[in-house]
Each structure stands twice: as C-alpha cells, then as structure tokens.
C-alpha cells in the first residue's frame, strides 16, 4: 500500500451537530434562512489541501433531512452529465441512517443521492436530484421516489446556489426520535473548480463505498 497516498481524514472520525427546524423549509435556493449555526464544517485543512469552494449547511426535523449549498464565485460554465455525474458540477451525498461503523459494505440503510444544477427540462437547466446505487453493496437501500425529493436551482453569473429536502419516507431506516445518529459523506465535483469532499474522497482509500470510512451527523432534538 502507497501510505503516502492516503488521505489522512482516514485516521480521523469527524461528526457534526446538526440543528432541529420545526417549520418546513420552502426549497427555493433563497439562503438567507440559513445561518452560520447549520454549516456543516469543511474539512480539507486536515489534509492541508486547498481552500473550499463550497458551504454546504444541514437541518432535520421529522419531515427529513434539508441542504442548502452555495458554490463560491470561479465558474466559467456548467458541465451536467446525469449519467457520468461524477465528470462535471454535481453534489454527491452518502447517508447511513444507523451510521454503522463496523461494517466495511454498505447496506439496506445506506443510501447515495446526486444533486445536479441542471440536466431536467426542456432547456436541461433545471435541477436534478435522484438515489443511484452504491458499489460493492452487500444490499440497496429501497429507491427514494424521485419525485419526492425537491430541489431549487438559482444560477448567478459565476456561482450557484441549491436547497434541497429529502423526505423521511425516502430515507430508509429514517427515526430520528430513535436513532439520532446518521452516517454521512458529501463530495462536491466542479467542472471549473476540483473536488471537495467531506470525510473522504473518490479514489481514496478506503473506497467512498465503505461506511465505516463516513463521518457521523449528530440530529439535535432542540433549535438552537
């Protein structure tokens, strides 16, 4: 093994507070109901890598989980593939509603979303957000319908913003009055900007397919 090639978020376990939102959020990529409390931290000092592009903010309640994610100014252009989304502009996203951490196989409670800013419509401008399978699982997580996960796009001249909302009954396993812990990855791709990933990248080792490799969400039962 090439230990030098291994990211040194492999030695560390992170997790982060996520806040309670009674109220259902309105999923229109209008961020200014988020504030500083809801940011999940970024991670690449860690590894001494270069700076985010990237703010991704979390909440839960019982309806499900809410993103809200702002890319910084630098894009030139979009590049939106549905199929080889991990090629252009697309938030990857690995969920275990158990955060089972002896496990090295994903399974029934593991799930994968991809959010794109563009790829629907006739124009292809609009969002999209849909489960894909998860490599090397000992078992899928039953498909969230995709049209129940809601997604805002706002496009600006070199910066994009989206909301995001994936309901309760698309997330298997989801009891948050029962287990208030959840697995967690994110790996945001730029077509202009590179990569930023959570608490482990695409081609690190071990592989983002492993669970035990993701960070851990904390569902805190009270607001802020």
């Known amino acids: 093994m090439n230990l030098p090639s291994l990211s040194q ?29 809801y940011l999940i931290p970024e991670l690449s000092g860690v590894d001494g890598g270069p700076a985010a592009f990237g703010e991704l903010y979390m909440a839960w309640n019982d309806d499900g989980l809410y993103f809200a994610l702002e890319v910084a100014a630098g894009k030139t252009g979009y590049k ?9 502009d697309c938030l990857e996203m690995w969920i275990d509603t158990r955060d089972v951490k ?20 006739r124009d292809g401008k609009s969002p999209t957000g ?20 809601k997604v805002g796009l706002k496009r600006l001249k070199r910066s994009y913003r ?7 009954q698309g997330l298997n396993g989801f009891a948050p009055r029962e ?7 994110y790996i945001l791709h730029d077509s202009d900007l590179g990569a930023q990933a959570w608490s482990i990248s695409r081609g690190a080792i071990p592989a983002v397919h492993d669970p035990s490799t993701w960070g851990s969400i904390e569902l805190l039962s009270i607001n802020p």
């Open 9 to 37: 978020r492999a030695f560390f376990g992170f997790s982060f507070d996520c806040h309670y939102r009674e109220e259902a959020l309105p999923v229109n990529a209008d961020l200014r109901e988020w504030g500083p409390e």
């Open 80 to 88: 939106v593939d549905p199929k080889k989304y991990w090629q252009g």
């Open 102 to 121: 002896d496990a090295h196989r994903a399974n029934r409670f593991c799930h994968h979303f991809i959010f794109l800013p563009g790829g629907q419509g």
């Open 130 to 149: 849909r489960q894909t399978s998860i490599d090397k699982a000992r078992e899928q997580a039953p498909p969230c319908p995709e049209e129940l996960i």
């Open 162 to 168: 989206m909301e995001m909302h994936l309901p309760a």
């Open 179 to 185: 287990f208030q812990r959840l697995g967690f990855n």
